[in-house]
């Protein structure tokens, strides 16, 4: 499953859509994978995604 571009296998990382369109990504580590993950979720939406 690491060898997939299309998937993730850990927490902390989100893709930051613009207007339906890839622009990037934000990506969070040290706390625990949920949490990482949800602070990644957050500033994506901040950025607009």
Same mark, same amino acid.
């Given at each position: 499953?690491?060898?997939?571009?299309?998937?993730? +296998?850990?927490?902390?990382?989100? +893709?930051?859509?613009?207007?339906?369109?890839?622009?990037?990504?934000?990506?969070?580590s040290?706390?625990?994978?949920?949490?990482?993950?949800?602070?990644?979720?957050?500033?994506a939406?901040?950025?607009?995604?």
């Amino acid at each position: 499953m690491i060898a997939r571009r299309d998937l993730v +296998p850990f927490g902390g990382g989100v +893709p930051l859509l613009i207007a339906g369109r890839l622009a990037g990504a934000v990506a969070v580590s040290g706390a625990t994978s949920i949490q990482d993950h949800e602070i990644a979720q957050r500033a994506a939406s901040l950025l607009g995604g």
